[in-house]
């Protein structure tokens, strides 16, 4: 599991390098409406994603399926396992949070790349990095999973991103902030390969796509919230925010530790499934 999750990773890294680089290279050449430039570039690669879709064959309920939908009782029922399940309730409390530093570093990007390049296109580059730098860890993973548990590795790769992003706030020159945006990268890949390995081992069968999506529509909304906190404390610059957004990493595994209590076997109780019988 750990290498098929690893490599699953790696294809979320391939985009997030290709994302950042066409729109920084947008903004940078553009001269006259660089902003203007690289809206349209993401409108044209939300439409050939649309378009993607056409192409892709998702196949029939009954091809995968036996039984019959969930009702919102039964899906709010195992929604609750995120809670219920020590190792998944901490997993998901460190990630999510986590995800609220995240977009701190996406929003301080471009104020970071205006200040040491004199160019806001290039810290959309700097982006790319990260993601050439996760995109490594992801195949460093899968080519040697680490011993260390998957609950064990959140917490470590969270404090890890937390010290990446510190030193990124320090960045005395480009060249310094594309060293540790590596750094930063290697760091997240971990992460996600052991939250999803969590989520993996612990979610039962029946509710396993449940788990999954609860728990991404988390980290999404916690990436919005990032965003707004971000945006709010712009005018003090790229350094604080970074700053903050490493004391936040720092925070999420405080809190995640905190709520997971006194360790106990995982959930794994008997939850309704949508079998009915005839």
């Not at 979320?12 to 050449?29: C, R, S, T």
């Not at 994603?49 to 192409?55: G, K, P, Q, R, V």
């Not at 949070?97 to 205006?114: D, E, F, R």
């Amino acid at each position: 599991p750990a290498r098929a999750y690893s490599l699953d990773v790696g294809t979320y890294n391939v985009a997030d390098i290709a994302g950042p680089a066409i729109v920084g290279v947008a903004f940078i050449f553009d001269t006259v409406t660089p902003g203007a430039a690289s809206l349209e570039v993401v409108c044209v690669l939300y439409v050939a994603a649309l378009i993607a879709l056409f192409f892709v064959r998702i196949p029939r309920r009954s091809e995968t399926h036996q039984d019959p939908p969930a009702s919102f009782a039964q899906t709010l029922t195992y929604l609750t396992i995120l809670w219920r399940s020590v190792s998944l309730r901490r997993s998901t409390v460190i990630s999510t949070l986590a995800y609220v530093g995240i977009a701190g570093l996406v929003v301080s990007a471009p104020l970071l790349g205006a200040d040491l390049a004199g160019d806001s296109g290039t810290g959309a580059l700097l982006l790319a990095v990260v993601a050439i730098g996760a995109l490594g860890g992801s195949l460093a993973m899968a080519r040697r999973p680490p011993r260390t548990g998957p609950g064990t590795l959140v917490v470590i790769s969270t404090l890890s991103l937390a010290l990446a992003l510190a030193a990124l706030a320090l960045a005395p020159s480009m060249w310094w902030a594309v060293g540790v945006a590596l750094f930063v990268g290697a760091t997240q890949a971990p992460q996600l390969s052991a939250v999803m390995q969590v989520r993996d081992r612990e979610a039962p069968q029946h509710a396993r796509a449940l788990v999954f999506m609860g728990a991404t529509s988390l980290k999404t909304a916690a990436f919005a919230l990032g965003s707004l906190l971000a945006a709010a404390f712009v005018p003090l610059g790229w350094r604080p925010l970074l700053a903050g957004a490493a004391a936040i990493e720092v925070l999420a595994v405080a809190v995640g530790l905190l709520l997971a209590g006194r360790r106990r076997s995982a959930y794994r109780g008997a939850l309704p499934t949508t079998t009915t019988e005839g």
